[in-house]
């Protein structure tokens, strides 16, 4: 069996499919220059709810990648449910020069924290020699094991932190609520776009 570039685990020829058709889907979505990296720990499990999968209809999913999805657009400063559709949505985070990134590239199920371990080291040179971005948001606390790395790889100054440690947009998280993020992430694009003019 191949081994997965994007999580490091054995697997079969659908799963190197599903991911390659995750990357395209993104990709579509993707800033030329991006100010702000949204780094989750990794996609959902279920497809549907895959953030940049465009759905015809938003019933279509969960209703906790609903409120993710609002979390993250309101990062933009606008109010999630002026879009239209989802295109629109997704194409304004482009805009603003936000994308969100996994640090696992395929839904892991209950080996979340073995992934990460595999996967963090990539993410070091994904950051430096892909994405390029002005300022990185973890926003999973899942990711608090790889803020050491990303601090020792010289992103310390290019972290947006809530007091020191991830974001958590889940909806289940009940000591932050999103407008935290969107007014952390707001404050470093106003700097970022002050300093470059």
Known sequence: MPVCDGCGAQVDDAHIRARIERLEMATRYRPIHIQVLLLDAAPPERAEDFFYRAVGNRSE?????????????????????????????????????????????????????????????????????????????????????????????????RLILDGGAPFDVRPSAAAHAPGDLAAAVSEKLTKAVSNSA
């Open 61 to 157: 999913r969960s209703d906790g990648a609903r409120a993710y999805s609002n979390a993250l657009l309101k990062c933009t400063g606008e109010d999630p449910s002026r879009f239209s559709s989802e295109i629109d949505a997704r194409a304004e985070l482009q805009r603003h020069g936000l994308f969100l990134a996994n640090v696992v590239e395929c839904s892991t199920g209950s080996g979340l924290a073995a992934a990460l371990q595999r996967c963090a080291p990539s993410l070091l040179k994904r950051l430096q020699f892909s994405y390029k971005p002005k300022y990185v948001v973890p926003i999973s606390t899942a990711l608090r094991g790889i803020l050491p790395l990303l601090r020792e790889g010289g992103w310390t100054d």
